[in-house]
């Protein structure tokens, strides 16, 4: 069974501030999401991540993907309010018949003035 | 609007209540989920369809009933549920498996479900 990780689970954090957000996963895949969710919202797409090494960047954010580490990094850079929401990476189960994701718990991101 | 459109918002029902939510999408898709988002837990897949016929069924109590008509319609028919049964219950839809995994899912807003 794929299990999805994700740390810190809650992160409060200054405006201007950098931090990581880990995303670690239990099976080989070479595919990964990260979504945003506002309180109240639906899941919007941040970035695809298709292979290992792949790397996105959009604003303050940049992610990336470590297929042999089975991990990926969602970095923010001097965070601003706007930024605080709730952050999931999601992983595709390679192989099955089925294309389906399996997410993590998700962080809690709150920015601070 | 994302392009998924879950109705209703919001859902207040008995234990003895039958209701239906509806998800509909025009983006092209061809598959269609259900997830049910809880507190303190990880978003957990429920159903799963491919051309309208049902792929996958993750173990989901029969009070939950889906309903696929066409490629563009989801339904989740609701009767005798839980209070544990209360959770925003989202919509998704994707392309095909051969093309899906470049764009991952678009979700619906979500159906705030609680069970009284």
Redesign the interface.
């Known amino acids: 069974e794929l299990k999805?990780e994700q740390n810190p689970l809650f992160l409060s954090m200054q405006e201007g501030k950098n931090y990581t957000i880990y995303c670690n996963y239990s099976t080989t895949s070479d595919?990964l999401?990260w979504?945003r969710q506002d309180p109240?919202?639906?899941?919007?797409?941040l970035f695809?991540l298709?292979s290992n090494g792949a790397v996105k960047q959009e604003g303050r954010l940049m992610a990336s993907l470590d297929t042999k580490a089975r991990l990926s990094t969602l970095h923010i850079t001097a965070a601003v309010h706007d930024l605080s929401a709730t952050y999931?990476c999601?992983v595709?189960e390679s192989g099955g018949?089925?294309?389906?994701?399996?997410?993590?718990?998700?962080t809690l991101l709150t920015v601070n003035p | 609007e994302?392009g998924?459109t879950q109705t209703p918002r919001h859902l207040v029902m008995g234990m003895t209540n039958k209701k239906s939510l509806k998800c509909e999408q025009h983006l092209g898709h061809n598959?269609m989920?259900w997830y049910k988002q809880s507190a303190?837990?990880?978003?957990e897949?429920m159903f799963?369809y491919?051309f309208k016929e049902q792929?996958?069924n993750n173990s989901v109590p029969s009070r939950f009933s889906p309903e696929c008509p066409n490629s563009s319609h989801l339904f989740l028919h609701l009767h005798t549920l839980q209070p544990e049964d209360s959770a925003l219950y989202?919509c998704?839809s994707?392309q095909?498996?051969s093309r899906?995994?470049?764009?991952?899912?678009?979700?619906?807003?979500?159906t705030?479900l609680t069970v009284v």
């Open positions: 999805v595919r999401y979504y109240g919202k639906s899941l919007e797409s695809v298709l999931f999601a595709d018949s089925n294309y389906k994701l399996t997410f993590g718990k998700g | 994302t998924v598959a989920y303190k837990k990880p978003l897949l799963v491919n792929t996958e989202l998704a994707s095909d498996r899906a995994f470049s764009y991952g899912y678009t979700f619906g807003s979500g705030r």
